[in-house]
């Protein structure tokens, strides 16, 4: 049997970053940075205000203050957006949040620094203001180029994008950039016995689950699902889907890899590819089907196709997925890392492993005097998709761990 992390080193071999594409600002939500970015301008571009009051020269007002305050005309106003007149001495701009500040001031006083509201309730004349509070240079202004300066490496290469990088590109006046393209992911499910969602059952027939989950998943970490509906349990018909996955970037089955099923799909990835059907050391999932496909013999595919058969039963698919296929469709988002994020919790229920494999427990975590507890979410067979619903995590239990009693530390893997 194959430990998991050499299953996962055979799986992330077989697949590279994929190629950069320029793209609208709007559609680059979590695709990662395929460039550097680099800073053609000063963010802000010019000194401007931080507060709404008066722009003066602080050295005008260094003295006021309450009992013996400065009194300045005031010669205009200046909003964001316009271009502000110059300031001549001994005098005040009136001057709003992110608007220039006009040559010749160096500082800031808020209208709460001022008699502005008293002059505003009483009527009194607003040419002339106030000021209460001694003034220094640079108060309440904000520096060209304080965020961002021009020339600066702003982003790296390798950085998913979130809602602040896609805002910092735009304060560059950004509105695409390039990032690696998004893997399309086709998702096949076979099974003689399976009826997509919305008919009615025949007799011996179950819905199929694996193309909703699967689909789900891909989408949920940036992929884009191609979904080639279902196969049925002979050669011609898992061929004949397998043909529509020939522009996909990885093709992900499902079932037909425990043994009594995998002659066929041998069969047919026989003159594909060189498939290798794997028992890797962990549970749920342990039949793993992984090759790589080249197209039919004598024709041929332009490209070659990654292919991770999962197991059949839905909870052993999604726990695959998160494990094998997770990490390399993040791989070929141009993801530097892979690993889910993991906590360490107190286990409320023991984990009972019976035959050397790593267990993946569903599990819920609750937090409870400061502490996170794992409770495990009902029945733990693998065809049992309701505990996995209600899991928000997976806690592991190692190959040479017999059993994890209550009360034990347990790593949480969050399936978020
Ligand atoms: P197999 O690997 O074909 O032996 O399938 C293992 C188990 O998974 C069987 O109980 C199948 O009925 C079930 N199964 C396979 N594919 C699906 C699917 N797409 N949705 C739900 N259950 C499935
Ligand atoms: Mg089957």
Same mark, same amino acid.
């Given at each position: 049997?194959?430990?998991?992390?050499?299953?996962?080193?055979?799986?992330?071999?077989?697949?590279?970053?994929? +190629?950069?594409?320029?793209?609208?600002?709007?559609?680059?939500?979590?695709? #990662?940075?395929?460039?550097?970015?680099?800073? *053609?301008?000063?963010?802000?571009?010019?000194?401007?205000?931080?507060?709404?009051?008066?722009?003066?020269?602080?050295?005008?007002?260094?003295?006021?203050?309450?009992?013996?305050?400065?009194?300045?005309?005031?010669?205009?106003?200046?909003?964001?957006?316009?271009?502000?007149?110059?300031?001549?001495?001994?005098?005040?701009?009136?001057?709003?949040?992110?608007?220039?500040?006009?040559?010749?001031?160096?500082?800031?006083?808020?209208?709460?620094?001022?008699? +502005?509201?008293?002059?505003?309730?009483?009527?009194?004349?607003?040419?002339?203001?106030?000021?209460?509070?001694? @003034?220094?240079?640079?108060?309440?202004?904000?520096?060209?180029?304080?965020?961002?300066?021009?020339?600066?490496? #702003?982003?790296?290469?390798?950085?998913?994008?979130?809602?602040?990088?896609?805002?910092?590109?735009?304060?560059?006046?950004?509105?695409?950039?390039?990032?690696?393209?998004?893997?399309?992911?086709?998702?096949?499910?076979?099974?003689?016995?399976?009826?997509?969602?919305?008919? !009615?059952?025949?007799?011996?027939?179950?819905?199929?689950?694996?193309?909703?989950?699967?689909?789900?998943?891909?989408?949920?970490?940036?992929?884009?699902?191609? #979904?080639?509906?279902?196969?049925?349990?002979?050669?011609?018909?898992?061929? !004949?889907?397998? +043909?529509?996955?020939?522009?996909?970037?990885?093709?992900?089955?499902?079932?037909?890899?425990?043994?009594?099923?995998?002659?066929?799909?041998?069969?047919?990835?026989?003159?594909?590819?060189?498939?290798?059907?794997? +028992? @890797?050391?962990?549970?749920?999932?342990?039949?793993?089907?992984?090759?790589?496909?080249?197209? *039919?013999?004598?024709?041929?595919?332009?490209?070659?196709?990654?292919?991770?058969?999962?197991?059949?039963?839905?909870?052993?698919?999604?726990?695959?997925?998160?494990?094998?296929?997770?990490?390399?469709?993040?791989?070929?988002?141009?993801?530097?890392?892979?690993?889910?994020?993991?906590?360490?919790?107190?286990?409320?229920?023991?984990?009972?492993?019976?035959?050397?494999?790593?267990?993946?427990?569903?599990?819920?975590?609750?937090?409870?005097?400061?502490?996170?507890?794992?409770?495990?979410?009902?029945?733990?067979?693998?065809?049992?998709?309701?505990?996995?619903?209600?899991?928000?995590?997976?806690?592991?239990?190692?190959?040479?761990?017999? @059993?994890?009693?209550?009360?034990?530390?347990?790593?949480?893997?969050?399936?978020?």
């Amino acid at each position: 049997m194959l430990r998991v992390e050499e299953a996962l080193e055979q799986v992330l071999a077989a697949v590279s970053p994929l +190629e950069a594409e320029e793209k609208p600002l709007l559609t680059a939500l979590g695709q #990662v940075l395929a460039e550097d970015v680099v800073s *053609r301008l000063d963010v802000p571009p010019w000194d401007n205000s931080a507060m709404d009051g008066y722009a003066v020269r602080a050295e005008d007002a260094s003295s006021a203050t309450l009992k013996r305050p400065v009194t300045l005309p005031v010669a205009g106003e200046v909003a964001a957006g316009q271009r502000p007149p110059a300031l001549s001495p001994h005098t005040a701009l009136r001057i709003m949040t992110g608007a220039p500040l006009p040559p010749g001031a160096d500082a800031v006083v808020r209208f709460e620094d001022t008699d +502005e509201e008293e002059r505003r309730a009483t009527k009194k004349d607003l040419g002339q203001i106030s000021i209460h509070v001694p @003034v220094v240079p640079s108060r309440n202004v904000r520096r060209a180029g304080e965020d961002l300066r021009q020339g600066e490496r #702003v982003l790296t290469r390798g950085t998913p994008l979130g809602a602040a990088h896609l805002g910092v590109l735009a304060s560059l006046g950004r509105d695409t950039v390039r990032v690696h393209r998004r893997p399309v992911v086709a998702v096949l499910a076979t099974g003689d016995e399976l009826t997509p969602p919305g008919g !009615e059952l025949e007799p011996g027939h179950i819905y199929d689950i694996n193309t909703y989950t699967t689909a789900a998943l891909v989408r949920g970490i940036g992929g884009i699902p191609k #979904v080639l509906g279902i196969a049925r349990d002979t050669v011609d018909s898992v061929a !004949e889907k397998m +043909e529509q996955a020939r522009d996909a970037d990885l093709l992900l089955t499902s079932a037909g890899v425990s043994k009594g099923y995998y002659d066929l799909v041998k069969e047919v990835l026989a003159s594909y590819g060189d498939l290798r059907l794997w +028992e @890797v050391r962990m549970r749920p999932g342990k039949p793993v089907a992984f090759g790589i496909i080249r197209g *039919r013999k004598g024709s041929p595919w332009r490209r070659h196709v990654p292919h991770l058969g999962l197991p059949g039963n839905p909870v052993s698919s999604m726990v695959v997925f998160h494990i094998l296929a997770r990490p390399a469709i993040l791989k070929m988002m141009g993801h530097a890392s892979w690993e889910s994020r993991a906590v360490e919790a107190i286990l409320e229920e023991p984990i009972v492993n019976d035959d050397g494999r790593r267990v993946y427990a569903r599990a819920v975590l609750t937090e409870r005097e400061g502490e996170t507890h794992a409770r495990l979410t009902g029945a733990q067979g693998s065809n049992i998709l309701s505990s996995m619903a209600k899991a928000t995590g997976l806690a592991i239990c190692p190959e040479d761990v017999p @059993v994890m009693p209550v009360g034990a530390k347990v790593r949480v893997e969050l399936l978020d």
